[in-house]
């Protein structure tokens, strides 16, 4: 069996790890960061369980572009969050998601990790497109986009 495939990316927020795991663990919250925000304005949302804990949901079905899934939160410390993330539209995938929280010298070290088993679809897919950099970008932009939101 094939190696999973990780991709990570990391920035640094001038502010302290349990100012920062809110934005995470609540998946409310989520529509102030991400990087597929508005990719369909007619998005369908669907939250369940309490915000910020372990179980809480999040499922969303939209357009092409957005294709549809769910999220739900596995873990929520001070430093860690894990999400585990399933895509059922346009192809069916799952995924671990985390982020880790570090204490730096000028804020916390923020790390953002996506790790996918192999499959059919993702060897496929890998042949045509480097995902760490189909992804990487999208991620470097969520990041920057958490860092202006829990900075502001």
Do not use: C
């Not at 950099?133 to 991620?139: H, I, M, N, V």
């Amino acid at each position: 069996m094939a190696a999973p495939t990780t991709i990570e990316r990391e920035t640094v927020i001038t502010a302290r790890a349990t100012d920062i795991t809110p934005y995470l663990a609540d998946l409310h919250r989520w529509v102030e960061w991400s990087p597929w925000e508005g990719q369909d304005p007619a998005l369908q949302r669907t939250y369940t369980g309490e915000p910020g804990t372990v179980g809480s949901t999040y499922a969303w079905k939209g357009n092409r572009k957005a294709g549809a899934g769910s999220m739900a939160v596995t873990r929520v410390d001070a430093t860690e969050v894990d999400v585990d993330l399933q895509f059922t539209a346009p192809f069916k995938s799952s995924s671990a998601v985390a982020f880790r929280l570090h204490e730096a010298t000028d804020g916390t070290r923020v790390v953002w990790s996506m790790t996918s088993p192999q499959n059919l679809m993702s060897r496929v897919m890998g042949v045509f497109v480097n995902m760490d950099k189909f992804l990487g970008g999208d991620f470097e932009k969520g990041l920057a986009k958490l860092k202006a939101a829990v900075e502001h």
